[in-house]
């Protein structure tokens, strides 16, 4: 009942923000303030770049070439797509969340990167 409570507690934040702030403003917190990984900052790019060994830790690539230069994100992403032929897309508040506020189903990238 606690968690169901949380949950509601969160949507209702967060319907307040979207009508207050915008979808712009919300990603951007969302991606750089929101504790924790969210299906927002786990496939953003941006989240990426400012916490580089995140996807290395979690997903374990890592450019291993002499003065490899691509980030463990970068692979990670590059590997989901040989794979599987998918395709990473910017995440952003309106493939994640319906015009009501309710939870999208997840993208073929996010299911795919989850079993990693």
């Known amino acids: 009942a606690n968690e169901k409570i949380k949950r509601l507690e969160d949507e209702s934040k967060l319907k307040d923000l979207l009508s207050r702030e915008g979808l712009a403003d919300i990603e951007r917190l969302s991606k750089e303030t929101m504790g924790g990984l969210t299906r927002l900052n786990i496939t953003s790019d ?8 995140v996807a290395k830790n979690l997903f374990g690539f890592e450019d291993r070439t002499k003065g ?10 590059q590997f989901i797509k040989d794979m599987w ?11 994640i969340l319906d015009d009501s506020g309710r939870k999208k189903p997840m993208s073929k990238f996010e299911q795919v990167l989850i079993t990693l």
Do not use: A, C, F
């Open 85 to 95: 032929d998918v395709n990473h897309v910017e995440p952003t508040i309106s493939t």
């Open 68 to 77: 490899g230069k691509l980030s463990s994100w970068d692979i990670t992403k």
């Open 46 to 53: 941006d989240y990426h770049r400012r916490h580089k060994n």
